[in-house]
């Protein structure tokens, strides 16, 4: 599979979890692969060097925190010049954690607004050139909780639907050139520091699926976006197994 071939494609966030799966998954459609990340540098660069091993020169890692506006050329600046273009940008990086009414402190708000809403904006004002001068395509991960409040998340939550509407507002301002969709992940992958299997069970039961989606499905409806929907565009796809068939 090379449909991707000669592709470059950023994925924030993607030293692990759903931003790594999504990285393998263009990888070996063809693309070449930027794995970003802020603090996972272990994992950055073991996903770096196995890549590389199967394709020389088709995966590089670039450092960086999105909440400081000021660090985002740079980032670009590294990638534009080892990679030589920019065709697709994914917004995957986030913060997730409560915040109950009673108990949000403005760090909360920043914290959260930054990694899920302002750090895609800016990023994404950004690397709109580059996206324009080859055609390409920006996916955002929104969440299912952007269309329907996660109790105790109101600043998360929030945060997401603010992210569903500047997928609608980048598609409009960007088209022709450049596509702007994102997917809706629902029960996919759990916070590691959250093992309540009782919360899983009663969440999973209210999907018509009744069971649990992986980062294959995430990473699958990016690349669907990506390589095969080129009259699609301002749409976010929940990937949610009918969890939202449930009120």
């Not at 060097?49 to 660090?71: A, F, H, P, W, Y």
């Not at 009414?101 to 909360?108: A, H, K, L, P, Y």
């Not at 997928?167 to 702007?180: H, K, M, Y």
Request: proline content about 4%; glycine content about 8%; some cysteine.
């Amino acid at each position: 599979m090379d449909n991707l071939k000669d592709k470059v494609v950023l994925v924030t966030g993607s030293a692990r979890r759903v931003g790594a799966e999504t990285i393998r998954v263009l990888h070996a459609d063809g693309a070449n692969v930027v794995v970003h990340y802020r603090s996972s540098s272990a994992e950055a660069e073991a996903l770096n060097s196995k890549l590389n091993i199967l394709r020389e020169g088709s995966c590089m890692t670039v450092q960086g925190d999105l909440t400081d506006i000021k660090n985002l050329a740079n980032i670009i600046d590294t990638v534009i010049k080892t990679m030589g273009k920019l065709d697709v940008l994914v917004n995957n990086a986030s913060t997730f954690y409560p915040t109950p009414v009673g108990d949000i402190t403005e760090d909360n708000w920043d914290d959260l607004m930054g990694s899920n809403l302002k750090a895609p904006l800016f990023l994404s004002q950004l690397v709109a050139p580059y996206l324009k001068s080859t055609q390409g395509c920006i996916v955002n991960i929104v969440d299912v909780h952007g269309f329907r409040p996660m109790k105790n998340y109101p600043v998360y939550s929030v945060a997401k639907a603010g992210l569903l509407m500047l997928t609608q507002s980048l598609a409009r301002e960007l088209g022709p050139d450049v596509r702007v969709n994102g997917v809706a992940p629902g029960a996919i992958l759990w916070p590691e520091e959250d093992e309540n299997q009782s919360d899983k069970d009663v969440l999973l039961a209210k999907t018509a699926l009744k069971r649990e989606g992986s980062p294959n499905d995430i990473a699958k409806a990016i690349l669907f976006l990506v390589r095969d929907a080129d009259y699609i565009t301002g749409q976010v796809i929940p990937i949610d197994g009918g969890r939202m068939l449930n009120h």
